[in-house]
């Protein structure tokens, strides 16, 4: 079992920076393969980032790759998502999740995760 708890949220201005977290607490964090999802009011949640076990391994939706960067702090039981250039679009409440203890299929579909954490609102705005 593993908790998670994402912060770092807020009010964000088009091409600016903002980091979100995500604390693990529970089992072995470094067990785990870690994603963020958003969803968007009256959409559906969709996959914006994912990394493997220990970081060799990441992968981005096309429409934050290149702004977007995921990353995991295995010591401080944290995954990160460092959005530079936010749009408008980007606009969602942000989920991390976490897969099963050493599997996962697939990163890229919310099926994939078994656990998830409350989320953060993220509004990308001037």
């Known amino acids: 079992q593993v908790q998670l708890v994402e912060s770092g949220g807020g009010l964000v201005q088009p091409g600016g920076s903002l980091r979100l977290s995500c604390a693990a607490s529970?089992?072995?964090?470094?067990?785990?393969?870690m994603g963020w999802f958003r969803q968007a009011p009256g959409k559906e949640r969709e996959f914006v980032s994912a990394?493997?076990?220990?970081?060799?391994?990441?992968y981005y939706a096309d429409t934050v790759k290149g702004r977007f960067t995921i990353s995991r702090d295995n010591a401080k039981n944290t995954l990160y998502l460092h959005m530079n250039s936010p749009k408008p679009e980007d606009t969602a409440v942000y989920y991390c999740?976490?897969?099963?203890?050493?599997?996962?299929?697939?990163?890229?579909?919310?099926?994939?995760?078994?656990?998830w954490g409350q989320g953060t609102q993220v509004t990308v705005s001037s």
């Open positions: 999740a976490a897969s099963s203890p050493y599997y996962i299929q697939y990163y890229t579909g919310t099926g994939d995760y078994d656990y």
């Open positions: 529970g089992r072995t964090f470094s067990s785990y393969a």
């Open positions: 990394i493997s076990w220990i970081g060799g391994s990441t």
